[in-house]
């Protein structure tokens, strides 16, 4: 199977010392990889070597393509969105005003309306609210909007960062589910990082776990869901 994205030997970390220390990983076109991990393990890290946020050593690809040493902006133009940690809305900003920075490197003012009625289908609530301010928004709310924010781009690869932090069971049900049909309808792949292993593995078909920097286990969903160190920390039983 060809791979969207293809990572070797990824080192990257703040200032002098690497928090992520060689990481070989990869999401299949049209797939969805997860990397599991604890709380500063690496992942926000390695999401953001990826979408160049910051400057990794060793060799990222992008649909073949070396990005390692191209900006965000350039990274973005090539399909690759990027929904961080804590959401990342404007909060000043209306939904609507969101929605439009999220397409601000597109040059195609017809599929950037047709992306806004796509989104809105999506997620008919943000519709509803769009002048609302986004900070006034609930988190679940908040969290759709960062997601359809990053679909305006029309990326071919999604980089989800702990989609479901802070919200409740259902709402995390809802997001999860919603990530699917993306993935599933409209081929987009999607690189995510999470700690409920359990729900991630539910989506994703290749996994790795990230412990202190390393990927310590790497296969297919299957594989980690069956893997003892996985099943102990990780999915609780
Ligand atoms: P979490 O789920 O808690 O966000 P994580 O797996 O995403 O965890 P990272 O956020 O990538 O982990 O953090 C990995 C390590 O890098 C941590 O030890 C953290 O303290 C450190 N770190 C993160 N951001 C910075 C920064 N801007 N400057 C210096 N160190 C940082």
Known sequence: MTQILEVKGLVA??????ILHGLDFS????????????NGAG??????????LIRPAGEVRFAGERIDRLSTEDIARRGIAHVPDGRGTFVHLSVEENLRLGAYTRRDPAGVARDFERVFALFPVLQQRRRQQAGTLSGGEQQMLAISRALMLRPKLLLMDEPSFGLAPLIVREI????????????VAILL??????????????????????????????????DDAVRRSYLGY
């Open 176 to 187: 999860f589910r919603i990530m699917r049909m993306v993935n599933e309808e409209e081929g």
């Open 27 to 38: 999401v299949p076109a049209g797939g969805v990889a997860t990397i599991l991990g604890a």
């Open 43 to 52: 992942k926000t890290t390695t999401l953001r070597a990826v979408s160049g």
């Open 13 to 18: 970390g703040y200032g002098a010392s690497p």
């Open 193 to 226: 990082v999470e700690q409920n292993a359990s729900l991630a593995l539910e989506l994703a078909s290749r996994a790795y776990l990230l412990e202190t920097g390393r990927l310590v286990v790497s296969g297919s969903a299957d594989e980690l869901r069956a």
